[in-house]
């Protein structure tokens, strides 16, 4: 499989997602005849920009497209209004107007803080993102998410700006942390539970050449993501309903992370956290006991968690559960799968269930 095409599909402000190996140095002629800008601001964190900005810049140059590489230092802790106002500063010191355009490349991170700056800067100029780790590939680059963090939580300043495109190179796995690809693997097996019941098979079949990078297995699984992140998102822009169940195991899995101080990494604690709503279910009567073990079964066969560490107070992440800005009008709106592959959003659900769910998962 050399390259697949996902389209999301939202009137004007539709974009293709390009996945393919190799396309870093292969997105001019697409870039340049979407005419998105006339110049471009490469964003870059400076871990990433030491991997790839030179390379990127090499290509754009050699097609004519002017752009200018603006780097800042690597780190969530950097995801605040501070980098922005400096890249603000940095864009408007270089002389970008809105005739001009950024480019994200990096991860999720990175990827939010562009498209960001990208959606108020002159009000808006356009921006594409070019996502090099597996999280910001089959999650945050897609779907038009954009924000920082401040003091009293992730993600509470942002805005809804799409990308004009996503150039998805898997070869940029190679250099990605195993950690971190682990990470993004829970994003993955989301998509399984909440939408795909083939596709948790498919991940199931094939977990070893997953893990080993295999192009043609990691071509489809990334399209597969884009696919239903793009067909969730097109129905539900603005999280006002369905786009609510990509946040499986993201209510307690937050609160884990959370609880941690951050130190139990975002994909790690999503991992954790649909194996704890896969409990839930269970003693909410909606899940089979057995669909919560192949859940678990499958989590646990890519070398995620599946239980919360015994030593992180549970009181603090039934504080953090309480205070996650998912919750409506105080109460906790749980994303519980109903069998593989479907999923319900519900807030009715027994304190003590949850309870017995942190003590015991
Ligand atoms: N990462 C969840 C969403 O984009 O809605």
Known sequence: MAATLVNVGLDERSYPIHIQSGLLTEICPDLQARKI????????????????GEKLMRSLASAGIEAELITFPQG???????????????????????????????GGVTGDITGFLASIYMRGIPFVQIP???????????????????????????????????????????TLPAEELRGGLAEVIKYGIIYDADFFDFLNINHAAVLALD???????????????????????????????????????????????????????????????????????????EKALEIRRLIKKYGLPVSIPPELDRTAIKK??????????????????????????????????????????
Not at 230 to 256: C, K, M, P, Q, S
Not at 257 to 265: G, N, P, R, T, V
Request: proline share 1%; aromatic share 6%.
């Open 215 to 289: 192009n043609d297995i990691i071509t489809r699984l990334i399209s597969r993501c884009c696919e239903i992140k793009a067909r969730v998102v097109e129905e539900d822009e603005r999280e006002g309903g369905l786009r609510r169940i990509l946040n499986f195991g993201h209510t307690i899995g937050h609160a884990v992370e959370a609880a941690s101080d951050f130190q139990i990494i975002h994909g790690l604690a999503v991992g954790i956290g649909m194996c704890a709503a896969a409990e839930l279910a269970v003693k909410t009567g909606c899940l089979s006991q």
């Open 320 to 361: 953090f559960l309480l205070s996650d800005k998912k919750t409506i009008g105080g109460r906790v709106f749980y994303v519980l799968p109903e069998t593989i592959g479907k999923v319900m959003i519900t807030d009715q659900v027994r304190e003590e269930d949850v309870d017995a769910v942190l003590m015991n998962v």
């Open 37 to 52: 800008a006339t110049r471009y601001g490469v964003i870059s964190d400076d871990h990433v920009a030491g991997l790839y």
């Open 132 to 174: 090099t780790s597996l999280l910001a590939q089959v999650d945050s680059s897609v779907g038009g998410k954009t924000g920082v963090d401040i003091p009293e939580g992730k993600n509470l300043v942002g805005t809804f700006y799409q990308p004009g495109a996503v150039y998805i190179d898997i070869d940029v796995l190679q």
């Open 76 to 106: 969530e802790a950097n995801k605040n209004l501070q980098t922005m106002a400096v890249l603000a500063s940095e864009l408007a010191g270089r002389g970008f107007d809105r005739a001009d355009g950024l480019i994200a490349l990096g």
